[in-house]
């Protein structure tokens, strides 16, 4: 299932340094940017920190981070990095067994979990940790990554493979990498929504197409214009349900 990291791998080695993700959240002021290189890193530090916890080909991940925080960046590296293991990404809502669960800061509501493991991220600028312990059971994604190596090998994964799990919606990793293939290598701005349009077109389709995302969290439209203009986006709120 590794056809999405493939994706990444070539365009480190084509353009390692240019923008691939650029996140803006309107609320709080953060604006963070990844070049392919970054996000690679982020990417291969996650998926060792899923092998450490036991996660393989086949093993189902219930990304709950998705639907509170779907356009966030941490966001985008967990679903990248579930998938450079093997792993589905179950979105929620999502009732079945999952192998690891992952959460934003709000993870005080899912300490009765039935995931054998809870993460948690803390969503702060510059991935800085927690500010305060956490429960026995809960590991501090910012802390647990960092320590990670900067590499990951990845084993050849199937084509048919689950990857993207929700109600009504089921991928293979096949089917992921066909997620605007087609389209020109634009740079689009995006404004998040449900999980899996969200990371389709905020991930998926500038990783398949060469092209690059300005993901945006807020409504202010002013300063979205503006933002537009100053990252010199080619196209905005792309439809891809």
Not at 24 to 43: I, Q
Not at 120 to 126: E, G, I, N, S, Y
Request: charge should be negative; aromatic fraction near 6%.
């Amino acid at each position: 299932m590794a056809m999405i990291s493939d994706r990444l791998r070539v365009r480190v080695a084509r353009d390692a340094a240019s923008p691939l993700l650029t996140y803006y959240d309107l609320r709080s002021g953060e604006r963070t940017e990844l070049s392919a290189v970054t996000l690679a890193n982020w990417v291969a530090k996650t998926a060792n920190l899923l092998d450490e916890l036991g996660v393989a080909a086949g093993d189902t991940v219930r990304l709950d981070l998705a639907g509170h925080h779907p356009g966030h960046w941490v966001t985008f590296v967990w679903a990248a990095a579930c998938w450079e293991v093997g792993a589905a990404v179950a979105a929620p809502p999502f009732a079945g067994e999952a192998d690891l669960l992952v959460v934003g800061p709000d993870w005080a509501g899912y300490e009765t979990s039935i995931a054998s493991e809870i993460v948690a991220c803390a969503l702060r600028p510059l991935g800085q940790p927690f500010t305060g312990p956490l429960p026995t059971g809960v590991l501090d994604y910012s802390v647990e990554v960092r320590r990670q190596p900067d590499r990951h090998f990845a084993a050849p994964g199937l084509p048919s493979a689950p990857a993207w799990i929700e109600n009504e919606r089921q991928l293979t990793a096949s089917e992921l990498a066909e997620i605007g293939a087609a389209d020109p290598p634009a740079r689009r701005l995006v404004r998040p929504t449900l999980p899996w349009p969200t990371l389709a077109e905020g991930l998926l389709a500038a990783l398949n197409s060469g092209g690059s995302t300005v993901v945006v969290v807020g409504d202010a439209d002013d300063r979205i214009a503006r933002i537009a203009a100053s990252e010199r986006v080619d196209e905005i709120d792309p439809d891809r349900s």
